[in-house]
Every structure is written in C-alpha cells, then in structure tokens.
C-alpha cells in the first residue's frame, strides 16, 4: 500500500511537527522515530494443490513505555516493512491519545486473501504466529484484527499460541469471536468510535450530525459499521465504496439491506441497482458534510483535496491523509479527526477485551458500549482543547497529547542500564 505513497516518512513529518511544539529533546525524538523492534520472516505454506509458496511477513513493535505493545495484523498484497512501521508508531500515540496502557504495534503479511483457500489462510495464520510467537504474549504484544483479517482469524492465533504455550492463553489477542473470549461489541468498536466522534465534531462546528449527508470510502469493518450507525442515527449515508468500485445517491443509500445482501458476495456492493456506480475517486469529491475515509492509507492527497466537498472529514482508516492534504484542508477550513482519536475505539475495545481476559471476567455489550463512547468523548475533548490552546489543526493537537504522554513515561522511566 505504501507503493505510491511512503506513509513512515509521512509518520516521521506528523512527529517532527509535533515535537517543535514540544520542545522534544533531539535524542528523545530519535528513539520515537525508529522503531524499537522489527522482526521479518519468510516462511513456507503447503498450499491445496501441493506446491509449496513463500510469504513474506513483519511484525514491529514501536514503542513499549507505557506498556505492552498492541496493533492489528494486515493480510494485503502491498504491504512492506516501512508501512507496518508507520503503522506500529501511529499505533504508540492512539493508545497515548486515548490513555490505554499500550505502547503500539503492528503486523502484516504479503499475501492476497482472494487468492487462498480457507484451509490455507489457516496454515498460512498458524505458521506465521509461529514465526513471531517469541515476540509476542498476553503481557509483550497483543495482535488484533486489521485489512484483510477477521475474528476467525484471531482465533487461530489464539489457538496456535497456546497450543506452543501448551494451556489457553485468550489474552495473546483480541478481535476474537465471542465464544473464545472476545468481547462484546469489539466487531462495531471502530466504527462506532468514528460516529462518536463526528457526532462531537459536529456538535463543535454547530451542524446537525443526524441530518448530514454523508460519503464513506471502504465498507469492511469500519466503513460497514460506521455507516450503519449513522444511518441509524438517521443521517443520510448518499456514498460508500469497497476495493472493487463505489455507489452514489444523493438521496440516501439502504445501509443496512447493502451490508446484509451485499457485503462481501463476489460482485460486492457493485450489484447494488437503485443508484449511479462511480469510481472510488470520484467518491472522495462527492457533495456531502461528511467523509468518513475507512479503507487505505494515501487516499486524499494535494491532487484530489482542492475538490474534496466535504465540510469535517473524519479518518476511519490509518492514514489516509497526506500531510500536503492536511494543509489544503487547513487552508479551506475542513476539520479533519485524525485517524489516532477518531478511529481509536478499535484499539480501546481490544483493551476491554484484553482486561475481561486477564480476568476472566466478561461485561455486558451495553457496559462495553458506555465506556467505549465516554472515552471517545473524553480524547476527543481532550484534543480539542489542546488544538485551541496550540492554535493548531487537530491531527497536530492529537499528536501533541500523545507524543507528550510516551515522552514523559520514557523520562520518568529513565534509559536502561
Ligand atoms: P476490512 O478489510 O474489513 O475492509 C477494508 C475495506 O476497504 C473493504 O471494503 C475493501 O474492499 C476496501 N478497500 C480496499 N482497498 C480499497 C481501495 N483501493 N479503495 C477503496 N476501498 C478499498 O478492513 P478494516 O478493518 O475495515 O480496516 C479499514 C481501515 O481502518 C484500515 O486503514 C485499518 O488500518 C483501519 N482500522 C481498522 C480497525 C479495526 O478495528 N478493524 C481499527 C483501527 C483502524
């Protein structure tokens, strides 16, 4: 994914802006620069047909200060060591931003799903936790779902890990069906952390979130869910889109009949017929007061943000965003919710559920949901003071809190030896 675009130096730029407010020491910020582990692996899988392929996979953990290291597994055909990277270090101020007790993480593997079977996702699954079973642990760093992986997916590594482990260890992962452990409510945590969100941002620009117009790029986990909790909060949802094309009505989408007959069948929402089909580039410029991009990294850049209609976009995906991006919508007066508050409620979710499993002890879906929305609350609030104090844009003011938190808890730990 990060083919066309090179998303750590983009990491490194938002860091580098942030530390100048900070006054970050020159060493400190070199450590928050660079990750604090890279592990790459290359292993084999027996596929259906008998051959034999290679894989290549990474799992890089940022920063651990604050805690033990958390962030998703990617399954996508472009990922590459310096993406997971970017990825692992936005994963460091998310946790910071939203005061969870992690410091990030993130995993991937060169591998198109479309492809596999799902015997051999399995053994590609299982063979790859085994490759960076010695990295990761309920107490070191704990994968979650991400691009490409699901909580059947989860399953597997929580599996394989203990199988090595030889006893069940339910919190070396989260993300996970409910049956093994997962949490009530984690499938809609991202999406759901995205609505709360604009639901504030609105509420701070003076617009009415539940009468807006709203466009979505992605309908996976995040897209699908954050549009079908806008919808049910009654604002009109006239865009969305997946990898294979994207669906416009300017009178309003049937979210719910498109994810329960639609998502995920081969043609995808592209069979849908009451409705014009675009190209996902043209969905970005659609009219709307809201653009919710939840798919991949790069998508709204210094070509496509002068046309970009949207009033408050809010970044369901990592990074979708480029920093010459971030500056035209500063320029026009778009607010934009970056992606470490707005879609933290994944990773916020994941903590409940890694608490519920170190206790053995599992919360009603209503508990969950409270405390997820008061947290989102809190961060976004959070955020938004800083910005007006800072006088700065919010991804900046975001990363101010966040960068702030690791680089006093890595002080106050002080340099081992
Ligand atoms: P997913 O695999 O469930 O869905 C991804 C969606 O994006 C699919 O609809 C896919 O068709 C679409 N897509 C892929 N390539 C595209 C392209 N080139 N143009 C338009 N659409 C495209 O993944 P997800 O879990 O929903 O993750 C989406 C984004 O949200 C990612 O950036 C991920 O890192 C981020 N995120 C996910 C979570 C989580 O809990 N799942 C948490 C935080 C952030």
């Known amino acids: 994914m990060s083919s066309h675009f090179d998303v750590l130096e983009m990491a490194r730029q938002q ?27 290359n292993f084999p899988v027996v596929l259906d047909n ?58 991937s593997v060169k591998v198109d799903t479309k492809k596999l079977s799902k015997r051999e996702l399995e053994k590609l699954t299982r063979r790859f936790v085994t490759e960076i079973n010695m990295i990761i642990g309920e107490r070191g760093d704990i994968p979650a779902p991400d691009i490409g992986t699901n909580p059947q997916v989860m399953a597997w590594i929580m599996d394989t890990f203990s199988m090595h482990a030889g006893y069940t260890v339910p919190g070396v992962v989260t993300g996970k069906p409910i049956e093994l452990g997962g949490s009530e ?14 639901q504030e941002a609105c509420k701070s620009a003076g617009m009415d979130f539940s009468s807006s117009k709203i466009v ?84 709204l850049t ?26 035209i919508f500063s320029d026009n007066g778009v607010l934009v919710v970056p992606d470490i508050l707005a879609n933290a409620g994944g990773v916020v979710c994941s903590y409940f559920e890694w608490v519920q499993d170190l206790q053995n002890f599992f919360w009603e879906e209503n508990e969950v949901n409270t405390k997820l929305a008061r947290i989102m609350r809190h961060s976004y609030s959070a955020v938004e003071a800083t910005m007006k104090v ?3 844009d919010m991804r900046t003011a975001a990363m101010i809190i966040g960068v702030k938190r690791v680089a006093e808890a890595t002080i106050m730990r002080g340099i081992y030896p």
Request: hydrophobic content about 35%.
């Open 390 to 392: 800072h006088k700065t």
């Open 50 to 107: 008998g051959e034999v392929t290679c894989f290549e996979g990474y799992r890089v953990q940022h920063n651990t200060s604050r805690g033990p290291t958390k962030g998703g597994l990617r399954y996508h055909p472009d990922v590459d060591v310096h993406e997971t990277t970017a990825l692992a270090m936005w994963m460091t101020w998310k946790c910071a931003v939203a005061n969870i007790p992690y410091g990030g993480a993130k995993g």
């Open 185 to 198: 409510g984690r499938v809609e945590a991202t999406g759901r952390g995205v609505v709360v969100c604009a």
């Open 216 to 299: 979505v790029q992605g309908f996976g986990n995040v897209g699908s869910v954050a549009a079908r909790l806008s919808e049910e909060d009654g604002a009109t949802v006239v865009g969305i889109s997946d990898a294979r094309g994207a669906i416009y009505n300017p009178k309003g989408l049937p979210i719910r009949e498109l994810y329960e007959r639609y998502a995920g069948r081969d043609g995808g929402i592209s069979e849908y017929k009451d409705c014009e089909h675009i190209d996902n580039a043209t969905l970005l410029e659609l009219p709307c007061d809201i653009l919710m991009p939840s798919a991949i990294s790069a998508q």
């Open 302 to 327: 210094a070509q496509n943000a002068p046309n970009v209609k949207a009033k408050l976009i809010v970044e369901g995906a990592n990074g979708p965003t480029t920093p010459d991006a971030d500056a």
């Open 15 to 41: 860091l580098a802006k942030a530390a100048k407010y900070l006054d970050l020491d020159e060493g400190l910020h070199m450590v928050l620069s660079r990750p604090k582990r890279a592990l790459i692996v």
